[in-house]
């Protein structure tokens, strides 16, 4: 079984940053993809940004320049590092594994005022 646990979530003013963590535990593959996804009300949960085991990174157009994904490999650990937010980023922030299986996280609010 595996959890993924996302923290660092909160309200921020546009132009502002914010810096999200999610930890994986349970029996982790070697080889996986980690990443961020983000939902707003009424909306589909769409691709902010992934990172394979082997560093690989995947950004959605819409942040990149802005968000940077790193991971701590050892730790089983991936983090969103987000500056410049904007009123759009608002969403739920989804952490997600892909490992054979797939699993994600419950979700961290993000919220941009204008």
């Known amino acids: 079984q595996v959890q993924l646990v996302e923290s660092g979530g909160g309200s921020v003013q546009a132009g502002g940053s914010l810096r999200l963590s999610c930890t994986a535990s349970?029996?982790?593959?070697?080889?996986?993809?980690m990443g961020w996804y983000r939902q707003a009300p009424g909306k589909q949960r769409d691709l902010v940004a992934t990172i394979s085991s082997g560093g690989t990174i995947n950004y959605a157009d819409n942040v990149k320049g802005r968000f940077t994904i790193s991971r701590d490999g050892s730790k089983n650990m991936v983090h969103l590092q987000m500056n410049s937010l904007k009123p759009e980023d608002t969403a739920v922030y989804y952490c997600k594994i892909v490992m054979g299986l797939v699993a994600w996280g419950q979700g961290t609010q993000v919220t941009v005022s204008s």
């Open positions: 349970g029996n982790i593959a070697r080889l996986n993809v």
